[in-house]
């Protein structure tokens, strides 16, 4: 069975030696009496949840599932629902919620290392939560007064979970194709009509009631993307007091068979005249829709990032307990019958691989959580704007970057199991499996590409990218003194100016032909993530040089692989951007 | 639910255009009677078994798995015995064995194309034959004659199914550790006593009886692997007359639930006293085992280039149908809501990335099949050497390149799918699933990439590979006065000047660290796989160019598509290959 340790040591180094987070927070009055005790109980405490209630769920979740017992009931695998019992009497749903309706206010970054853990413990429980958390964001911005008393505070407290329904059956990526339909009961209600599929904890024992946020057409919507209006849908209509009533027509029609997250039900939901309610204002619902869903993706990020770290962590032990062969420089360990598996170059690169992901990938999600409390509490307007505008920039990468990278973590841990890695038993196999799905949902990879190099990078003339572009730059001014950093630094400011030149390059061909830009987008979001990652890692390695207990020397050493086995990538990535749209686009549809 | 056609036409271009198929059988005195016609009539009937037969049983597999009953008894899935029947009664096993016992002596080159096709319809399915064929390959080459008749006549009539038993608890890449022991019975036979795990088709009810082969160690046997020996240890004794007779003391005690492969009986076998006959010499049982593995090493390149050229046919067929957004060119399809995905450059990338692995393996293992019938078969020594030699250095580029490939290939497929990938109805996420354990089992792909470079590069100078490298030069040079080849004549030339000196750098490093082969190992496996690929790649396309059809010219499209998006990742592995050790040692073993 596998095991989790919270990377707590980890964690304070990211938060407050290399992100300085004590005078981050300092700088934002909401947050300026926080400190750093406080925190560090915090996450003393949800690393306690996870270890101790959630992740001994996890194996029993994959094995047993969800039940569809028809009528629309859906139950939670055994010990699901106690767990979230804990949860919710443990205040962990309100703690990075608005104080004004039950939230004890906590700070993004904070809540995003809680995440963190908890995805590392059972990914498939978290997601009841973690669906609710996106949904409080986007009822927190656009909801009405009356909306953020009745759903809201139930939604910080964690009574009632909460749900997105976008996808249906012929309509993914497109939503401009969505046919729910929204039809005015004349008492401000409306009725809804329509089927959703692959709603993530659609229906489930966990909570009172469920509050789903619903994609639909109004009568007199315009076609496409531009017709779509966001609705407020509970499972239970609220009654006079606030407590759930009347049952509400929208019903699980049935869950689906997944390659994994078992534990959490994946739900067909079929809205037969259900009552919702218009949130934000009518045809602008994927403006809403796209708060939640920014939310969720850095929340993807946060599950294949916590896939990674206990996938390696499991490795790891395996690989130093597991005796076989000897070291190609003579035996490590001559009393024992072989030596540990840990003796073997490319067992070093596989494990290693895990950790410059995971601790790369932790320090970027670190700081973009950081930016987003600067987005929502900065006092200087310039200083939210630049956080925000970074935002809109990183947010595809930290989906896509952090699940791509998620997958392949996973898989090579698997791999340092070899068969032991494909049994159920040793329970890698589930990494591997639940780590999939992030690669797919809230967009898929290729759609967070589509994002960054389209959206993100060209439409505002490389803007965004020159906001990040000068944080690099600062960094390697700032490090240029110190010449043992050259091995980090140089490469840095080469994989910086190629970028530069890149996306000048792309942004000229893109002119000429529009598909040059899907075709250069997903290498080009594999380097600008790995610009972030080098960017992080190298003021890493400038934190850890010279320091010889072991936690630096072993960031050192991580710091050190990055750079001559990880970062290399980028040179197939240049390639392939480069090599453009003319050899994806010349086979004729009919000879796919 | 998934479908699959075999790609007859592309075999044909490969086996007859490419590979020159009927000169090459014309050269082999025990196949030159056999035509073109023959060929493709095998193949055509074999394709009929792929998809009729075997493939609608694939699903079914999967969902049901096998059943262990207690008492040592393993049913197959529902309609895997019927088929197993069907399997046997056309005569399949017996298709490429010798005729001295029961064969119909068809060359590998045939039986090759038919294992791919029979992989794509049902993998843990065709595992069950498939170590039979191992088994055969083993008893052929090292079993007394008595044994052939015995046992190796029920293995090529395919009455009787083979094992592997290799693996015990606590070894597995390092069999010198293994403890199971072969006590003298005095009458010539042994009694065995110990445990085997992961025991593919180690129990079931497809055939009569099961042999099994296993590694043990004698009582004066040397330690380690010099102390190893092959025994044949069938389920039941057979009687005078060579029917299954009494039980012997070999029992499934449980099966394995796994990742994937969920309709082959993976074992864990208790052997109490069974009996057991030496095959070939006592302690030379490695050698006699790895005729069987570098057999099934070859087999299970077979299985992922069958489970990418099945997920490629269903991510195609996908794309053609799924309407969703428009091509950034303007609308394809102005008459539907949406055009096809297929207009989608990263759509493509995706599914140009399956054909280009999907053929180029296709195009290498048709080929190392015809490198098996030399070297069996070929009248000349000096053609036969070569040929063996040849193959000793390919064997683990087959094995570990083609799955790696696949299970790149058969993720993208599934992404292509987005969240239909993910869920079981459209068995995407089955193909990822069974294509995991070809990267684990028959020694890992990190021990392929150490058995290329550590024993089959740098043991003998680079003879064999020089071997290679003088075909690639002769390609080179009859392409040289092609000028509109040299698109892919000029990166294959680089490539191979760039692999000769980096396997020279190895050499000298590794004279001073041995961890630099470790190191440099799965790098240059990448490396050299893409080597074969590049010139196969090149020769298809100039097979291809100049050609109109539709074709030749999608073959031209892929080999362009693989020279400028998929090639290039051997920027990446030289660099790899060049950090070197320092980087992975580092790191003290505590600190993991």
Redo the contacts between chains.
Sequence with gaps: MPHYTAPLRDMRFVLFDLLDGEAELAALPRHAGLDRETIEAVLEEGAKFASQVIQPLNAVGDREGCTWHGDGVVTAPPGFKAAYRQFVEAGWPSLGCEPDFGGQGLPTVVNNRLYEMWNSANQAWLMYAGLSHSAYECLMAFGSDEQKQVYLTKIISGEWTGTMCL?EP?????L??LKTKAEPNGDGSFALTGTK??ISAGEHDLADNILHLVLARLPDAPAGTKGISLFLVPKFLPDAAGAPGERNGIQAGSI?????IHGNA?CVMNLDGATGWLVGEPHKGLQAMFVMMNSARLGVGMQSLGQGEVAYQNA?AY??DR???R???GPAQPGK??D?I?V?????????TARAYNEGGRALATWTAQLIDREHAHPDAAVREDASELMALLTPVVKAFLTDNG?ETA?LC??VL??H?????WGM?QF??DA??N???EG???IQ??DLLGRKVLMDGGARFGRFAALVQATLAELAPRSELAEFTGPLGKLLADTVALTREIGARAKA???E???A??PYLRIIGHLCFAWLWARMAALSAGKDD?FH??KL??A??YF??LL??V??RF??AR?G?P??????????
């Design positions: 996808t012929h309509c993914g990526t497109d401009g194709l599929i692959f689906e068979h997944k390659m994994g994946t790891a690989a130093k005796l076989q062969g070291a190609a420089t019958p072989a540990s840990l073997h170059p490319d067992v070093r690169r596989m494990l290693l997958w898989t698997q791999q070899g068969g890695g494909y049994i159920a038993e196999d591997v499996r999939r799905i690669m797919i949902y898929t990879n290729g590409a589509l032909d529009p598909n830009v899907g075709a987008s997903v072991a020397q072993a050493a991580t050190r692989f001559a086995w290399p990538e040179e197939q390639r392939e090599a749209a050899a994806l686009m010349a086979m004729p549809a009919d000879s796919f």
